[in-house]
C-alpha cells in the first residue's frame, strides 16, 4: 500500500462542559496538573453547551494538527497538554502499535465563548480525550483512567467526561498502587448520574463573553504562592463542605446544597481577592446579580436559587424545575433581553418568564439591591439542565475533518 492509498482513521464526540459547586483552584504539582483539593461539579446537558471534536490518524498525515473553532493553531498540537492527551491515550489503545508513529489531526469547535469562565477548555479536552480514546479504542485499566489523562489537558476536564454530579478526588503523589505513574489517583468519580435529581436546572448569565485577562493557570499560581486564606481553605474548609454536598445532592436536599454551592464561590473569589496582587473576576453586574439572588430567597424564606462564578464575570444559578420560571423572570426583570436573536438559547423558556408575573412583594425586596432594569449588562441568558458524558457522533454528518483529506472542514457561521 502507498502512502496516498493508507486509510483515515476518524472518530467524532461531542463533550459537555461541568461548573464546579466546590472549586479547583491551586496545582500540587503543576507538572501533573493536580489540585491543591477535591472539587465537584454539575455537567450540562449538550444541547447547548458543547465541544465537538473530530480526531483522525493516518500514517499519510506529515505533522500532528489541530484546528480550533476553524483556524488552525500553529504550534499548539506541541503544547504539553496537547501531547499529554495524545500520547496518553496512544499508550491506552487496544493496539499501541497501530498508533504509535501515525500523526493525528484534530478539529474541535466549542458552542459558548471561549475562555470566558464558561468552561470551555474542560469541554474541549474532555472532547479531545473522548475522540482519540473512541478512535484508538482505548481500554481504560481502571475506572477513570481516561480521566487522568484529561486532566493533564485542564485540571476541570476530568469531571467532563461523566454526567450527572462528578467529583475530582486531588490524589497522592505516589498514585494507585497499580500503575506506576505519579498521581494516577487524581481522577474523577462519579457521585450521581444526570438522572438522580432530575429536578435541577440551570439558567446561565452571560455577562461577558470577552477572553478573561488572567487565565486560571497563571491566576492559581499566584494564590498559591500568596494566600493564606486558600492554605486554610485547602487544610479545613474543603475537606468539610465536600463531604457535605456530596450527602445534600444524594439527598436532593436543595438549601444544603445551595448554600454550599454559594459559599464555595464566595470563598473562591475572596481567595482571589486575598492573591497578591489580588485577582478580580466577577464585576458589578455580577455582585448585583448575587443580592438579587439573596433578596429573592429572603423573599421566599428559603434557598431558591444558589448562585456561583467560576474565573469570570458571568453567574451560572442552579435552581429546581419548580422555580426555573420565576428566578428566570426575575432576573429578566432587571437584565431585559437586548433584543439579539440567541438573547435566549431556549424561546420556549423565554416566552414562559414573558407571561409570568412575579410578587409585588418580591420586586418591593429586589429592588432595594439598587439594580435598575437596563438591557446590555447581561449578554444571553440560557436555560440548561445536567446531563451525560462525553457522546460519538457520526463522522459524515457531524464531523469537522474532510473524510478524504482529513483537513479541518468545519467554519464557524
Ligand atoms: C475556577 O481547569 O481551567 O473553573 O487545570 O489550569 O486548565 P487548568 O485550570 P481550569 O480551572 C478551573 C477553575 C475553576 C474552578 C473549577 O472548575 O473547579
Not at 461577558?208 to 500568596?226: L, Q, R
Not at 437596563?374 to 460519538?392: E, F, N
Request: charged share 25%.
Amino acid at each position: 500500500m502507498t502512502e496516498d492509498e493508507a486509510p483515515i482513521y476518524m472518530a467524532t464526540v461531542s463533550a459537555p462542559t461541568n461548573i464546579a459547586c466546590i472549586k479547583y483552584w491551586g496545582k500540587a504539582d503543576a507538572d501533573w496538573n493536580t489540585p491543591t483539593n477535591d472539587s465537584v461539579s454539575i455537567t450540562l446537558d449538550q444541547s447547548d453547551l458543547r465541544a465537538v471534536t473530530t480526531a483522525a490518524a493516518s500514517s499519510k498525515f506529515e505533522n500532528d494538527r489541530l484546528w480550533l473553532n476553524g483556524e488552525e493553531e500553529e504550534g499548539a498540537s506541541e503544547s504539553k497538554r496537547f501531547r499529554a492527551c495524545v500520547d496518553g491515550v496512544k499508550k491506552l489503545a487496544a493496539d499501541p502499535a497501530k498508533w504509535k508513529d501515525m500523526k493525528v489531526h484534530v478539529s474541535s469547535y466549542n458552542t459558548f465563548p471561549t475562555a470566558a469562565g464558561l468552561a470551555s477548555s474542560a469541554a474541549g479536552y474532555a472532547a479531545l480525550v473522548s475522540a482519540l480514546a473512541e478512535l484508538m479504542d482505548a481500554k481504560e485499566s481502571y475506572k477513570g483512567h481516561l480521566t487522568t489523562i484529561a486532566r493533564q489537558g485542564s485540571g476541570s476536564a476530568c469531571r467532563s467526561l461523566y454526567g450527572g454530579f462528578v467529583a475530582w478526588r486531588a490524589g497522592t503523589p505516589g498514585g494507585r498502587s497499580d500503575d506506576e505513574v505519579s498521581w494516577s489517583d487524581s481522577m474523577a468519580v462519579q457521585i450521581a448520574d444526570e438522572n438522580h435529581w432530575p429536578e435541577i436546572r440551570a439558567i446561565i448569565m452571560v455577562v461577558s463573553d470577552a477572553k478573561k485577562d488572567t487565565s486560571s493557570t497563571a491566576g492559581m499560581s499566584t494564590s498559591v504562592a500568596t494566600s493564606l486564606l486558600l492554605q486554610h481553605r485547602i487544610s479545613k474548609v474543603v475537606p468539610e463542605r465536600m463531604e457535605s454536598i456530596e450527602k445534600a445532592f444524594l439527598a436532593k436536599d436543595f438549601e444544603a446544597f445551595g448554600e454550599l454551592t454559594m459559599r464555595d464561590s464566595n470563598q473562591f473569589h475572596s481567595v482571589c481577592a486575598d492573591t497578591y496582587p489580588p485577582i478580580f473576576y466577577m464585576n458589578d453586574v455580577s455582585r448585583q446579580i448575587v443580592r438579587i439572588a439573596h433578596a429573592y430567597n429572603k423573599w421566599a424564606g428559603e434557598i431558591r436559587v444558589a448562585y456561583t462564578y467560576d474565573a469570570g464575570p458571568n453567574a451560572v444559578l442552579y435552581t429546581l424545575d419548580k422555580f426555573v420560571i420565576e428566578v428566570g423572570a426575575l432576573m429578566n426583570h432587571y437584565f431585559p433581553s437586548t433584543g439579539a436573536k440567541k438573547f435566549f438559547n431556549d424561546v420556549n423558556y423565554a416566552s414562559k418568564i414573558a407571561a409570568f408575573t412575579l410578587d409585588h412583594k418580591l420586586l418591593a425586596m429586589t429592588d432595594k439591591c439598587g439594580r435598575m432594569p437596563l438591557a446590555g449588562d447581561v449578554k444571553m441568558i440560557y436555560h440548561t439542565k445536567s446531563g451525560p458524558g462525553p457522546q460519538v457522533l457520526d463522522n459524515d454528518k457531524d464531523g469537522n475533518l474532510d473524510l478524504e483529506t482529513g483537513l479541518n472542514r468545519y467554519t464557524p457561521n
